[in-house]
């Protein structure tokens, strides 16, 4: 799980072949700040908890969070972090989640994935959300190896849908990544609709999804990164790449490989990174080393961190409102928060946040409703939930 070559050592046998390509990566610039520590606050502290989400589940106006432990979903309740167990059931153990009303009736639903064998489900909220059952239902239990969910509009029917791996080799689905179209009816619906996007051309136990328009042509395209390593199949993973949305979405969708032999390959999310109009990357090493982004349309790839360790998260978002986009890390071998300032044109400055802290899971919420973006750490290693309090934002 994590096998950590550095990947900036020219002399190794592996790096050799790259040389080429890592004469414009050492050249890229780097900088890093003098650490300037956010407030921190705990959430929970106890049991290992690989992700977590913020949203207002109480209809109070306050940002809560939902994160999943030892087979419990639970729901904490701002501001004091009152516990409610939503789900408890030994064999759901998730790994990543996501929220968003799925019924269409004003309130937020959760959705929990969990790896191997693989399973979809999503937790209902209901009216009385803090006494009364939150109902469960399974979207899908056929991929296997999901370690990634994340919610779109895939096929622009104006409805969210869901993009999850099916990673691990073995299954009916090996090596591969779907979209899951959201019903028009989820109360009834048995199972959600399977598109396969990758089919059998994700090898290599892929992580985390992207999701923008690429290209420009109007349609959601998909990123994702495999971190490879010794617990993939031999010569597979270690790679980004992007694929191409066709017009029909449930046709086969075209795969486009960015750079492969990047060890540890976890995280790959677009963002028009040097405001130029055309959209580019930023990627992480989680189960290696760097955080780098890849500039449109060559893809020349760019180092805006080159040695943090296993920084197994990414969020991308304009973390100080000054209409750049940003992004953020917690690296899990460092035990860093890192957050990573764009001046606008691609030249990133590396400020170190929060240290003696790990992480599987990083999302940009308004933890404090005061209008900027904190980060949500679900602590894996660290056994906690946590969020960081951003003091950048002066109105």
């Not at 197994?312 to 071998?333: K, M």
Request: aromatic letters at 10%; one cysteine or more; glycine letters at 10%.
């Amino acid at each position: 799980m994590r096998d950590l070559p550095p990947v900036l050592i020219c002399w190794s046998a592996r790096m050799i072949t790259l040389c080429g390509m890592l004469v414009l990566i050492v050249a890229a610039p780097f900088a890093a700040a003098a650490e300037v520590l956010w407030e921190k606050h705990v959430v929970y502290s106890g049991l290992v908890n690989s992700t977590a989400v913020g949203g207002d589940f109480t209809g109070d106006g306050l940002p809560d969070v939902i994160s999943n432990s030892g087979g419990r979903t639970r729901l904490f309740v701002a501001p004091e972090w009152r516990e409610i167990v939503l789900d408890d059931h030994p064999e759901h153990d998730f790994i990543h989640s996501e929220v968003f009303d799925i019924d269409g009736d004003g309130r937020l639903d959760y959705v929990g994935a969990r790896y191997s064998p693989g399973l979809l489900v999503w937790l209902r909220q209901p009216e009385a959300p803090l006494t009364e059952p939150w109902p469960l239902f399974i979207i899908d239990d056929t991929i296997n190896g999901i370690h990634g969910v994340l919610r779109g509009d895939v096929d622009g029917d104006g409805r969210l849908d869901l993009i999850a791996n099916s990673a691990q080799p073995v299954g009916p689905i090996p090596n591969s990544a779907v979209w899951l179209r959201g019903p028009a009816a989820p109360l009834a619906a048995d199972r959600w609709e399977r598109n396969v996007f990758a089919d059998r051309d994700a090898p290599g136990l892929s992580h985390y999804f992207g999701f923008g328009d690429v290209n420009s042509d109007g349609r959601p395209d998909i990123s994702l990164a495999a971190k490879g390593g010794p617990s993939a199949e031999p010569q597979t993973g270690e790679w980004f790449a992007w694929w191409e949305a066709p017009t029909d979405r449930r046709k086969p969708w075209t795969k486009h490989l960015l750079a492969d032999r990047q060890d540890g390959a976890t995280c790959i999310m677009p963002a028009d990174v040097n405001g130029d109009g055309q959209m580019d990357f930023i990627a992480t090493r989680g189960h290696g080393r760097g955080v780098i982004w890849f500039e449109a349309p060559a893809w020349n790839i760019h180092v805006m961190h080159p040695t943090l360790k296993e920084p197994h998260c990414l969020t991308v978002a304009d973390l100080n409102a000054d209409g750049h986009v940003d992004a953020a890390t917690c690296a899990y071998g460092d035990k860093q928060a890192v957050w990573f300032e764009n001046d606008g044109s691609g030249n990133f400055t590396a400020h170190v946040i929060g240290v003696d802290q790990a992480a599987y899971d990083i999302r940009s919420v308004d933890m404090d409703n005061d209008r900027d973006l904190d980060l949500l750490i679900g602590g894996q290693a660290s056994a906690n939930v946590v969020w960081y309090e951003n003091p950048l934002r002066q109105d």
